[in-house]
Nanobody, 129 residues
């Protein structure tokens, strides 16, 4: 059974940092890419970043690379999202999602969250002003 479990969310003051984790199981890590997406109250879901499980290549949505860093630990089948200098507008439920990796199209699939194969349940990040 495929499972994606997010953790690390919580309440943080503006300017602070959080590191989210996405623990993956039930599939071969190398065969998938994993992405982080977020959805703020009353807003549409938006992409943050994706990483290839195979070689660690990364893709960031516009503006996300400035304060967010995605990384992975293959030995733990875990993907991380380091978030720095957090702002109140970063408040959202953060989800990780996995999709079959293709070396030619994986970043394109990342840009379309509808292309994800599996989703976690999300972790809430609240940034206070």
């Amino acid at each position: 059974e495929v499972q994606l479990e997010e953790s690390g969310g919580g309440l943080v003051q503006a300017g602070g940092s959080l590191r989210l984790s996405c623990a993956a199981s039930g599939f071969t890590f190398d065969d998938y890419a994993i992405g982080w997406f977020r959805q703020a109250p009353g807003k549409e879901r938006e992409g943050v970043s994706c990483i290839s499980g195979s070689d660690g290549s990364t893709y960031y949505f516009d503006s996300m690379k400035v304060r967010f860093t995605i990384s992975s630990d293959k030995s733990k089948n875990t993907v991380y999202l380091q978030m720095n200098k957090l702002k109140p507008e970063d408040t959202a439920v953060y989800y990780c999602a996995a999709y079959a990796w293709n070396p030619y199209s994986w970043s394109g699939v990342c840009r379309d969250s509808n292309g994800m194969d599996y989703w976690g349940k999300g972790t809430l990040v609240t940034v206070s002003s």
